[in-house]
Structures are given as C-alpha cells and as structure tokens.
C-alpha cells in the first residue's frame, strides 16, 4: 500500500499576513488585490471574515459589504514565498519526496 499526504495550509495568505502583524489576529481581515488596478478581489480571508460571508474571489466591495468591519490588506507574496519554503523545508526533514502544489499545497510521501 502506497501512503500519500495532502497538506493544505488553512487561509495561507492570510494566516502569514496575522502571524506577521499581530494586530490583525483573531481579526475579519481579507488579502486583496488593487481595486485601482482592476484587481480588487479577496486572494484570501480569516477565519472570522469567512464566518461573516466573505468568499474567496469576491470583489473587494462586496465582501466589505457582507462584512463591514473587514480589514483588507494587499499581498505579500515575498513573505508568502519565503513560508511556502520554509512549510516544505519541514517536511523534507522527514522525506526527500515532497511535492508542491501552488504556494500552499503538498503532496508528501513518507
Ligand atoms: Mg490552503
């Protein structure tokens, strides 16, 4: 029997961004993109913006509309890539196969 683990980080983008400000833990906060360049939607939310209705790919607009208190951040995806490597560094303690799948995802044969 072959055993193959699927390693999914829960709302990466935005865990990173609370773990990287503590101000913004235990918070409604959404990373989006620019609105003013066109690219106004939520990347990724808490856990306490997804509780309030906001949905990954909604348009900025609409989820400070169904969750008004919601804080928007825009992406740090040099941090987001640095933690990326740092989750993956982890697991190739305990195997050399290790295969990434996005930023946050690993398929992880022991
Ligand atoms: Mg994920």
């Known amino acids: 029997m072959r055993i193959i683990f699927h390693s999914d980080l829960n709302s990466f983008y935005a865990s990173v961004e609370q773990m990287l400000d503590p101000s913004l833990r235990n918070r409604a906060i959404a990373v989006c993109g620019c609105t003013e360049e066109r690219h106004g939607i939520v ?3 808490s856990e306490q913006a997804k509780r309030a209705g906001v949905k990954t790919g909604q348009a900025n607009w609409e989820a400070r ?11 740090h995806y040099e941090q987001y ?4 490597k740092l989750v993956r560094d982890i697991y190739q303690r305990y195997t050399d196969q290790v295969e990434p799948f996005g930023m946050d995802e690993c398929w992880v044969r022991p």
């Open 65 to 75: 509309q169904c969750c008004p208190g919601l804080i928007t951040v825009q992406p």
């Open 43 to 45: 990347l990724a939310k």
């Open 81 to 84: 890539l640095k933690y990326s």
